[in-house]
T-cell receptor, first 114, second 117 residues
Framework: AQSVTQLDSHVSVSEGTPVLLRCNYS??????LFWYVQHPNKGLQLLLK??????LVKGINGFEAEFKKSETSFHLTKPSAHMSDAAEYFC????????????FGKGTRLSVIA | GAVVSQHPSRVICKSGTSVKIECRSL??????MFWYRQFPKQSLMLMAT?????????EQGVEKDKFLINHASLTLSTLTVTSAHPEDSSFYIC?????????????FGDGTRLSIL
């Protein structure tokens, strides 16, 4: 079975400071992992993905994440927060086959303070 | 990039009305689409997996007669909320995975805000 744990339900940072959103996963095989962002009343937008290639993954809008198998973690980071980064972020692990659904974390709400 | 179009974006209707939501993959074929429901300040809850040309697979606790899913082509899945009541008010999101892309990300529609009066 697979599971995803987002360790913080809410993170608040000042504009211009680093962002760290934590995610730990559990999987019985080599997983594909994703980070999605959701702005209010919108669908989910893919930020980045890990699919067994480079462990440091760069995504859109300056975000990146590092896959650490020994720690079963896939934390999302950004060097400098922008006001437009305020949103809900979901860490997600892929199902084993094309017909199996994604497994979502509970989400982390990022607030950015001016 | 792959685009999923979901329509309508917002629906407000009276109790007892049936509402149809469409989910289209615009530039790729999707043998599988997923329907989610999201309550305020919560994560997405999978309702059903829609497979082209076959019956949808519903998650435990989701009424298949209440939430009718049709996936008649490789680019279109529909969710019909039958005889909707206020407790069905929610944000519904669809997603699609490109055929032959196991382990690759799903693409999400922009969601439908359903409000039942």
């Amino acid at each position: 079975a697979q599971s995803v744990t987002q360790l913080d339900s809410h993170v608040s940072v000042s504009e211009g400071t680093p962002v760290l959103l934590r995610c730990n996963y559990s999987s019985s095989y080599s997983p594909s992992l994703f980070w999605y962002v959701q702005h209010p009343n919108k669908g989910l937008q893919l930020l980045l993905k890990y699919t067994s290639a480079a462990t440091l993954v760069k995504g859109i809008n300056g975000f990146e994440a590092e896959f650490k198998k020994s720690e079963t973690s896939f934390h999302l980071t950004k060097p400098s927060a922008h006001m437009s980064d305020a949103a809900e972020y979901f860490c997600v692990v892929s199902g084993l086959s094309g017909n199996t659904p994604l497994v979502f974390g509970k989400g982390t709400r990022l607030s950015v303070i001016a | 990039g792959a685009v999923v179009s979901q329509h309508p974006s917002r629906v407000i209707c009276k109790s007892g009305t049936s509402v149809k939501i469409e989910c289209r993959s615009l530039d790729f074929q999707a043998t599988t689409m997923f329907w989610y429901r999201q309550f305020p300040k919560q994560s997405l809850m999978l309702m059903a997996t829609s497979n082209e040309g076959s019956k949808a697979t519903y998650e435990q606790g989701v009424e298949k007669d209440k939430f009718l899913i049709n996936h008649a082509s490789l680019t279109l899945s529909t969710l019909t909320v039958t005889s909707a009541h206020p407790e069905d008010s929610s944000f519904y999101i669809c997603s699609a995975r490109e055929r032959g892309t196991i382990g690759q990300p799903q693409h999400f529609g922009d969601g439908t805000r359903l409000s039942i009066l």
